[in-house]
């Protein structure tokens, strides 16, 4: 279980171009995800918080307008890259967490899709 | 915000070997994290641990919350296991990274 999909893997395009990347939970209702960016050889960042039915929440840094996210659905959430610039280019990775509660305790763990590869030329 | 720091950097090591990577924290968290990032960028939940020991197969870790860190052991290490392996101090819901090791394994 907690099987998390990203599409599209890869994606190319040109400077001034929009992308849009979605990333969808297959087994599980996710009310909470989340989007990371990684650059080479670097940890992950997080960008946002994405809530279900709710204006997401993005890091100190993140610009809102430029990366648009949408969270329609408990199984969807997407990522706009508006206007891309070269800069933009990296691996975005987002992830959705599953509230489990065995025993009557409640903790959270999060499970993340393969990842998009973004390269704006 | 919570600091995260790992332990080498880097690691190299020969087939069937074992070893152990660290995961320091700087505050007290709600549980921890560990992954594995395989070639093709994907993470791969290995443990959530908060505290205490687990295993899993050729894999456990230990938690020791109350000093703040954690441990990886990798035992009879096989060429599959490289990759890097990040730690995640997690607090309300939130990772927080740390820099990751980046484990070769030669046959």
């Known amino acids: 279980g907690a099987v998390v999909s990203q599409h599209p893997s890869r994606v190319i395009c040109k400077s001034g171009t929009s992308v849009k990347i979605e990333c969808r939970s297959l087994?599980?209702?996710?009310?909470?995800m989340f989007w990371y960016r990684q650059f080479p050889k670097q940890s992950l960042m997080l960008m946002a918080t994405?809530?279900?039915?709710?204006?997401?929440?993005?890091e100190q840094g993140v610009e809102k307008d430029k990366f648009l996210i949408n969270h329609a659905s408990l199984t969807l959430s997407t990522l706009t890259v508006t206007s891309a610039h070269p800069e933009d280019s990296s691996f975005y990775i987002c992830s959705a967490m599953v509230i489990r509660d065995p025993a009557g305790v409640s903790y959270n763990e999060q499970f993340f899709g393969p990842g998009t590869r973004l390269t704006v030329l | 915000g919570i600091q995260v720091e790992q332990s080498p950097p880097d690691l190299i090591l020969q087939e069937g070997a074992n070893s152990t990577l660290r995961c320091n924290f700087s505050?007290?968290?709600?549980?921890l994290q560990w992954f594995h990032q395989n070639p093709w960028g994907q993470l791969i939940n290995l443990f959530y641990i908060p505290s205490g020991t687990k295993q899993n197969g050729r894999l456990s870790a230990t938690t020791v919350a109350t000093e703040r860190y954690s441990l990886l052991y990798i035992s009879s290490s096989q060429t599959t296991d490289s990759g890097v392996y990040f730690c995640a101090a997690v607090r309300y819901s939130t990772l927080t990274f740390g820099k990751g090791t980046m484990l070769l394994v030669s046959p």
């Open positions: 505050d007290s968290v709600n549980n």
């Open positions: 087994d599980f209702q996710a009310t909470t």
């Open positions: 994405s809530n279900e039915g709710s204006k997401a929440t993005y």
